[in-house]
């Protein structure tokens, strides 16, 4: 999937993402950047990643950089 970064606190390791493709929120938890090549993100980085279901929530994991366009 790919999206933009909508929020993220570095602090915290919190954040959310919105997906490209249907404009729905993805999660970022402490954790999500773990063995990514990012150490923070920035507000409208575009980044692609992969999803995990927990508690009904998805999160994302495995980011990596995005492409401005389709």
Known sequence: MQ?????YD???GVGVIMRD???SEVYLRPGS???SMFRMLR??????FE????DGRLYARDL?????GY
């Open 43 to 48: 507000q409208g980085q575009r980044v692609i």
């Open 21 to 23: 493709d249907d404009r």
């Open 3 to 7: 999206g933009f970064v909508k929020i």
């Open 33 to 35: 950047l773990d063995g």
């Open 64 to 68: 990596r950089f995005g492409a401005d």
């Open 51 to 54: 999803t995990d279901e927990d």
């Open 10 to 12: 570095p602090k915290s």
